[in-house]
């Protein structure tokens, strides 16, 4: 304990923030009974949504930071990180979770957990991007306001002759 309290500069290491960190890992990402959905209406055969069910049953995990490790908690959503697997499982669901809102390329284009909304007007971006935020939001997922970027390109204001 007094490593990490060195390793903080002589503070108290306080266990309100690795609880704080655990809960938000507990709290985002893909609840499991959506996933195991959202392969079934996919198509997925039962016996490997079985398969993934087992892997992802009972899962443990620690948080490691410039201080220490926390203690071991249960992760009962999200996707494993690091795992090959998960790359195909996020693709999966955001396929099915977007269905309705999900337009033709170019207009709505998917980059691995990035989206891109096109549209003509600044008004239909934000008419779009609400579209897609409802629809992720209404099954957990959220999207994050701080890192949405907008690119306008060709707009123009009306001036008064």
């Known amino acids: 304990m007094e490593e990490l309290r060195q ?10 923030d690795w609880t704080s960190t655990a809960n938000v890992i507990r709290e985002t990402g893909v609840l499991r009974e959506e996933l195991w959905y959202c ?12 398969v993934v069910q087992d892997m992802y049953e009972s899962c443990k995990t620690v948080v490691r930071c410039a201080v220490g490790v926390t203690e071991e908690f249960k992760v009962e959503v999200g996707l494993h990180q690091g795992s090959a697997l998960s790359h195909f499982l996020f693709a999966l ?22 989206i891109v909304i ?18 992720l939001e209404s099954t957990g997922i959220k999207l994050s306001h701080s890192k949405t970027e907008y690119m306008c390109v060709n707009e123009r204001t009306q001036v008064e002759q």
């Open 39 to 50: 392969m079934r209406t996919s198509g997925v055969a039962e016996k490997y949504v079985r």
């Open 93 to 114: 669901v955001m396929f099915r979770l977007t269905n309705e809102v999900r337009q033709e390329s170019p207009w709505t284009m998917m980059f691995a957990d990035d």
């Open 7 to 16: 390793a903080l500069g002589g503070q108290e290491v306080r266990r309100d």
């Open 118 to 135: 096109w549209s003509k007007s600044r008004k239909q971006v934000e008419e779009n991007l609400e579209r897609w935020r409802s629809a």
